[in-house]
């Protein structure tokens, strides 16, 4: 493979900073504490519930980061406060990653894994096949996100847990200078016949070969997929075993493997309380929903790979909260809006809109005394029983019980409003509809018709 022209190690963001139902294994906000309760040598092993198994059609199984089947747990010993000022802070980043993405300029089901303990990278992972013979790969999904990058053989500065080794490959091959592909990365460059280019992924840098080998999803074969193969790393953002793309960008797995999937996926994310860790991801139009209401995806030709939705007002209980309009407005030109996310843990408003709701909430626990934790600064140590929250969109209205809007301490007696303001350190102007929010609603992509689809669905 033709050299890769260094780069420099770019600053790091700051720090406190993906047919058949298959399991899904997740755990979002309290992942640690249900691990907890597991034996010491299930979650050692890395053998818990529903860890193997076939895997059939376009399904994917699906493990969230610090689910007991994910080799990319995090180490335990995390009080539950320190678990979610952790979490915080990593959704922080996150912010002002999706921030940065939505004010730049740039061109069947799979069983996925969570590898949540990295700055930054996002909540799923998916088993991979890459090559022939194949070599698995644990790679984060991330719907905001196009390229797909895998760590290769001899990278500086990659975990040195799993890397793809081309020279084990008899499929695989360089994309050349002249390939279209070679225009649709950032920052191409030439090294003598072949394409690299460099990029930033949150607070890392990535210097990567253009490449070309077969991935295999569950049992769907893609040949000559299009990825980066990462010969040098820096920062802390980069997830372990790569990242797979869910974005709408020309070389996403929806736009690479539209002939078979038709550029249409869903999830359905469990309760993080649900003790047998149930969900799915489908590929394709097969299996999917025919009862789920539509509202329309927007776009944003600044990064046309996020999701945007129109969000129009949120309820609380009944009463239609008063949120300036501006708070919600889609604006292409300074990124503004709402995208729905899978890589956020919890919803953050721009804070118009979230002073608006937390303060219909507060009311509705009749002035009860209010403490805070971290980031979240609506939280009581009394017995809370809360109001839903509406989330309406143009066309379909998302109601959250309240398993999808309190978090809850089960050793302290805390529990807390699991919103929060967007980060005020940045230009933030973006509403992010995290997958805590979305569990137990199937989320239905589907580009080709422009529109987002969400149902209740018991998940868990």
């Known amino acids: 493979m033709a050299p890769i022209k260094p780069i420099s190690p770019l600053t790091p963001s700051p720090l406190p900073t993906m047919s058949t139902l298959q399991p899904l294994i997740i755990s979002l906000l309290t992942c640690h504490l249900l691990l907890s309760g597991l034996p010491s040598s299930m979650a050692a092993s890395g053998h818990g519930p529903q860890c193997s198994g076939p895997e059939r059609g376009s399904t994917l199984r699906i493990f969230h980061v610090n689910s007991p089947c994910s080799p990319l747990r995090p180490p335990a010993g995390l009080s539950w406060e320190e678990s979610v000022l952790r979490m915080q802070a990593e959704d922080q980043a996150r ?69 793809f080794d081309p020279t084990r490959s008899t499929s695989f091959k360089t994309v050349g200078c002249q390939a279209t592909q070679c225009q649709q990365v950032p920052n191409p460059t030439c090294n003598g016949s072949a394409c690299s280019f460099n990029m930033t992924y949150g607070g890392s840098s990535i210097a990567a070969g253009l ?91 600044r990064r046309s790979s996020l999701y945007y939705v129109n969000l129009i007002g949120i309820r609380v209980g009944r009463k239609v909260v008063d949120i300036p309009p ?55 140590t009394v017995p809370v029983v809360a109001p839903t929250i509406t989330l309406m969109f143009a066309g379909v209205n998302m109601t959250l019980p309240m398993d999808n809007i309190l978090i809850h301490s089960t050793a302290g007696g805390l529990t807390c409003l699991a919103m929060a303001a967007a980060p005020s350190n940045v230009n933030s102007v973006l509403n992010v509809i995290a997958s805590m929010q979305q569990q137990n609603h199937r989320v239905l992509f589907d580009v080709p018709n422009s529109r987002l689809g969400l149902s209740r669905e018991p998940c868990s």
């Not at 991330?142 to 990659?158: H, K």
């Not at 501006?326 to 990124?335: K, M, Q, V």
């Open 211 to 301: 490449s070309q080998d077969k991935f295999r999803l569950a049992t769907d074969p893609v040949a000559d997929y299009t990825f980066g193969c990462i010969q040098k790393a820096t920062g802390t953002s980069v997830p372990p075993q790569g990242l797979l793309g869910l974005g709408r960008g020309p070389l996403s797995l929806v736009s690479q493997a539209q002939s078979m999937y038709k550029s249409t996926f869903s999830y359905c994310l469990p309760s993080f309380k649900s003790l047998n860790f149930s969900g799915s991801l489908r590929l394709g139009p097969a299996g999917q929903p025919v009862r789920i209401k539509y509202t329309p995806l927007l776009r944003n030709p």
């Open 95 to 163: 912010l002002q990653f999706l921030s940065s993405l939505a004010g730049s300029r740039k061109k069947s089901s799979v069983p996925v894994a969570s590898g949540r303990q990295i700055v930054q990278s996002p909540t799923y992972v998916a088993r991979v096949q890459i090559g022939t013979p194949e070599q698995t790969m644990l790679m984060a999904l991330d719907t905001s996100d196009d390229a797909a990058w895998v760590p290769c053989s001899g990278c500086i500065g990659c975990s040195p847990s799993t890397v």
């Open 326 to 380: 501006e708070a919600l407005a889609f604006n292409p030109a300074t990124g503004a809006g709402t995208v729905f996310d899978s890589g956020t843990v919890f919803t953050r408003l721009v804070e118009p809109a979230y002073v608006a709701v937390r303060d219909a909430f507060r009311a509705r626990m009749r002035n009860a005394a209010v403490s805070s934790l971290g980031g979240f600064d609506t939280c009581y």
